[in-house]
């Protein structure tokens, strides 16, 4: 008897210990107490931003902005002050990719700040541009203008397009002068639709920028740049001149479409800078149930620049008031002009 | 034609009392063999995915298989696992929820040890492979956490068997826990679009040990034979800790089994029962 107990007590007490040390009291949280959630804000942010070192003489000193905004939510009463001195805290980055989401609204950074809209809409819709009788393949919608130059129109990254998409609008366009890609207001979406697109613009592999990670907590902690490369894509492709449209909101995924545009030969941007967000973000989320995004890998140009502040395009336009009052936009007759006299 | 079949002779454990009948072919030996279903508690905490602690439940299948080596190494045996997993968990706000399923395999060897009267004491080591993954229903560009996984572990199993007046009952424990392994990871907050669209796999398989993968697995049951057949119930427990590319992960399961336990013998050709066989686990 004393023999078994020798062998089975050891087992009793390894288990024993093994159970009360997998308890997790650390990790348990109080839902709906504001100093946790906003200091679980603070640390996610601090940990994992990637861009506090290159925004540094721009944004203010992460340390002190939890001081600053922790004396606000000890005297703050509702959960909806809660959001918004979140919110207004995540601002500081000035950065389009922080956000916080609530039930009841979005705390966002406006990128557009002073610039000009540089994009109408209604113009587009005239019977000059697009008219009522524009073609649509997935999230592309086309026509060819009256000067033979194809248009595309652009909106969203994350409305989808394939390769045979593409194959029907190159097709079509195959006897152009040039094409204009109007990306304007495009806001972002889906990555990898950006080398899809762009790698019908390219026969041979080309090196379009760097890629980087947050490889641990502090903020200078990111890995070493890699080189990013698009390759030419299966199917039609067009060697013609392309001139890429672009205003402020142009962002994210749109701003790296933009960046990998300009390496190629053929490419000219006209318009406006772009708005950044070259961070690509990843989500966190808070004890309340409140969720959030934030940068994490920064791209970087062929230059090793971040575009976090955007790119500005090779040729700088602006609406002018008047002919856009006349239905004419004047960054599209540029970019024609431009296509059309072989400048570039 | 029925020489080429393989005959499976499901003899029910414990029932050796059966009546045996004459044959040449002495010394062969059983399979131990145990169907389980585990349903219990879980909890996930995955810094990839989120830094909150996931709660809920998770349902596990398990098939284990308890074999001798050979007919003449019969002090070594040989343990095969098989188990699906999936868990079912939410955020303490029940606003977003991970679900987990991974599959899992395991195989080794044990030595056997009779310390005592009607105990077994088995001491080996066991080789895994884990695989899965977990999504979280909200994240954007980070959603999944796969689950991949090589371990060699250090196990122990001990049988304690307690004679009734016409059955047995048998009590088990098996103990487990790595010492050397290899896991894909991340890098600390590197998307999955970075690491399999643009082949950035650097610092992605890290080999862990104690420091960076603290796991243990516990199984208590008690098997007991009602008519002619013998049913498992018993107590699942496993706690793992990893710690690597500055992520966190943090599981525990401790889930109740019920299942079957049965012996039986494999042989070609159209021999009768054998006369003397040897259950691994006795």
Known sequence: ?344 | MLRNFSFLLLLVSFSLSMSAQETDSVGYHLTNRAVTLSIGNSRIYDSYLSPLLYKGSGISLMDERVSFLSKKLDYLSKYTEFACNADFTNNPSETASILGLSFRGFTGVHYHMKPIKNMNLMLGGLANVDLGGRYQNRNQNNPYSMILNANLWASVMCYYHIPLKKRTLTIREHFSMPFVGVMFSPNYAQTYYEIFSESQYDGTFPITSFGSRFQWRNKLSLDFPIRICTFRVGLLMERTVTNVNELETRNMNVSCMVGLVYNYLTFKGSKRIPAELRNPVE
């Open chain 1, 1 to 344: 008897m004393k023999m078994k107990n020798k062998i089975i007590a050891p087992f009793i007490a390894l288990m024993a210990l093994l159970t009360f040390s997998s308890c997790d009291k650390d990790l348990e949280v109080e839902e709906e107490d504001y100093m946790e959630n906003f200091e679980m804000l603070w640390k996610t942010v601090d940990e994992k931003y990637c861009f506090f070192d290159y925004k540094k003489d721009s944004i203010k000193d992460w340390n002190n902005v939890y001081y600053e905004y922790k004396a606000k939510v000890e005297n703050c009463r509702s959960k909806m002050d809660l959001f918004y001195i979140l919110g207004d805290m995540l601002k500081e980055l000035k950065d389009g990719h922080v956000n916080l989401y609530s039930s009841f609204d979005i705390a966002r950074y406006d990128i557009q700040g002073d610039y000009l809209d540089n994009y109408n809409s209604k113009v587009i819709s005239s019977d000059r541009y697009l008219g009522r009788d524009y073609k649509i393949a997935g999230g592309l919608k086309y026509k060819i203008l009256e000067n033979n130059i194809g248009y595309i129109r652009y909106s969203s990254f994350s409305s989808s397009f394939s390769d045979a998409n593409l194959d029907y609008i190159l097709d079509y366009f195959r006897n152009t002068e040039g094409i204009v890609i109007d990306v304007r207001d495009n806001g972002g979406g889906y990555a990898d639709l950006v080398n899809v697109f762009a790698s019908r613009f390219t026969d041979h592999k080309v090196h379009v920028g760097y890629m980087q990670y947050k490889s641990g907590k502090g903020h200078s902690d990111l890995s070493d740049p890699e080189p990013i490369y698009l390759e030419p894509g299966d199917g039609l492709h067009y060697y013609g001149r392309v001139a890429v449209l672009t205003n402020r909101n142009c962002y994210s995924a749109t701003n790296d479409f933009v960046q990998t545009m300009t390496v190629l030969p053929n490419v000219i941007t006209v318009g406006d800078r772009t708005g950044g967000g070259a961070g690509m973000p990843m989500s966190s989320e808070l004890p309340n149930g409140w969720y959030m995004r934030m940068s994490v890998a920064p791209y970087l140009d062929v230059n090793m620049h971040y575009t976090e502040f955007g790119i500005d395009p090779d040729v700088k336009v602006d609406m002018d008031e008047k002919d856009e009052l006349n239905k004419i936009d004047t960054i599209i007759e540029t970019a024609c002009t431009l296509i059309l006299n072989a400048s570039f």
